[in-house]
């Protein structure tokens, strides 16, 4: 098994509800953030006693990159050639403005330079040449300005955009992707050319089917705008303290969204209410916004909802009882809220569950009584409760398990012996100064771990034996 140690700091839950971490913005600087894209880097394969050869193609490729000062033009080249160069390039993070002018003209499909160094107008010239082959842009994090932007208005096929973080656009510069009425996906995550107003340009964009908006901190009032965009499916606007409840009401009517995330944002109960029609909402984050258990009354008529966040909303027991309406839910997210065993109860009825988290709510070993019939739950969030080792007995039943938080509960040694039936586990964390050697040998059949976090635990060499039994 593997195994890594990292201890729970104050994280924010991840507003997708389904993991936790912290995120973002990427600095234009020294971050490698712009080398998670979408395709894939030509390599030797290494692993252990096994090499894989790189096939001809990729060398041919590695070798006009490493030639690259030879050549004037990829313009005779197959553009499946030349797209595949112009991605060595990025990946290796060779590829200049000098060397980007080779490509002019290349009908390349994709360019993909978010966070790249350098990126500004002069670079949007050669990019604007691909004309109508060009499908996706990721300018994320560059310099290029209103002018830069203006250049794409000749790529009239052009697909997915995003221009994430980019600080120099305006809204002037938005009236220039008016015209691209075949985008699909576009995204302009933190910018303040994002604003109400500037939300106009959307209006036209017919084939549009996601949009992320996170982190615009202008936009409030602008959904008028997109209320007739009939083929939108995903709308992300968290961090976005300007929504308001009439905002919700300008969406009412986008009746094939299947995504919304809303989280940190000021909505109620009440703006809820607007989203009773959209029966095709699969996933709905609320994280961190101003609602109560009240607002289940409206979520309950979504009749497809499968993943619900209302961590940080400082919910309480008083209302829950409408949880149990929500028997399509898959994903559950609860955490940091003042919830109790008394909402457990509630929660008895969601048999679909395969994910649910409970991370600093105010439940004990009674409440989890109410889990043993979530059999398909593959995980489950603990950490920070008053769960002790009575309590696990209640997991024992769960065989589906995959991932287990226990830290800073109140589990002992002696309760980790009601896990060892729990072989599908892949993951458990176990940060507790309470945990010693004589716990881990409990865990010897958990021969399935691949990761097993003690950072709190109190463990010797002799423990350490316990774990080369797994």
């Known amino acids: 098994m593997g195994g890594v140690c990292s201890r ?132 994320s994090g560059s310099d ?39 985008l699909t996906s576009l995204s ?28 615009c901190t202008g936009i409030h009032g602008g959904f008028v705008h997109i209320k007739g965009l009939s083929k939108l499916e995903s709308l992300n606007i968290r961090c976005c303290k300007c929504i308001t409840d009439l905002d919700l009401k300008a969406i009412s009517g986008l009746n094939n969204l299947k995504e919304l995330q809303i989280s940190n944002s000021n909505i109620t109960d009440f703006g809820l209410s607007y989203l009773r029609g959209l029966h095709k909402l699969v996933m709905l984050n609320l994280e961190g916004c101003n609602v109560t258990a009240g607002c289940l009354d409206s979520i309950s008529a979504l009749v497809a909802l499968a993943f619900l966040n209302l961590g940080r909303c400082g919910l309480t027991d008083d209302g829950c009882d409408k949880f149990s309406g929500l028997e399509s839910l898959k994903v559950l997210n609860l955490a940091f809220n003042n919830i109790t065993d008394a909402c457990l109860v509630h929660l008895k009825g969601l048999t679909n569950l395969e994910s ?23 995980s489950l969030e603990l950490s920070d409760t008053e769960v002790g080792s009575s309590g696990l007995r209640h997991l024992s039943g769960l065989t589906h398990l995959e991932t287990l938080n226990l830290s800073f509960t109140l589990v002992t040694d002696s309760g980790l012996k009601k896990l060892s039936g729990l072989t599908a586990l892949k993951s458990l964390n176990l940060d507790a100064r309470q945990i010693t050697d004589a716990g881990l040998s409990a865990l010897t059949s958990l021969t399935g771990l691949v990761h097993l976090d003690l950072f709190g635990a109190r463990i010797s060499d002799t423990g350490t034996n316990y774990l080369r039994c797994m």
Request: aromatic share 6%; proline share 2%.
């Open 188 to 215: 302009f995550k933190k910018s303040a050319a994002i604003t109400a107003e500037g939300m106009c340009a959307f209006s036209s964009l017919i084939n549009l089917e996601k949009l992320d908006l996170e982190r």
């Open 8 to 139: 729970k700091r104050d994280q924010q839950v991840v507003e997708d509800g389904m993991r936790r971490g912290v995120s973002g913005r990427y600095g234009k600087s020294g971050s490698s953030k712009w080398l998670l894209t979408s395709f894939s880097r030509p390599m030797v394969v290494h692993q252990p006693g096994l090499a894989i050869c790189p096939s001809l193609m990729e060398l041919c490729i590695d070798k006009i990159c490493e030639d690259i000062n030879q050549y004037s033009s990829f313009t005779m080249l197959p553009k499946d050639i030349s797209q595949q160069i112009f991605n060595k390039l990025v990946l290796s993070h060779l590829l200049t403005d000098v060397f980007l002018q080779k490509f002019r003209d290349c009908a390349l499909e994709d360019v993909w330079l978010g966070e790249y160094p350098g990126v500004q107008d002069s670079w949007m010239d050669v990019i604007s040449t691909q004309g109508t082959s060009l499908l996706s842009v990721d300018l």
């Open 356 to 378: 649910l988290n409970l991370d600093s709510c105010k439940i004990g070993d009674e409440g989890l009584a109410n889990l043993t019939g979530l059999s398909l739950l593959k």
């Open 144 to 182: 290029v300005t209103d002018i830069g932007l203006g250049l794409l208005k000749e790529c009239s096929s052009l697909q997915a955009l995003t221009f994430n973080h980019c600080e120099n656009i305006s809204e002037i510069g938005l009236k220039h992707i008016s015209g691209l009425t075949n």
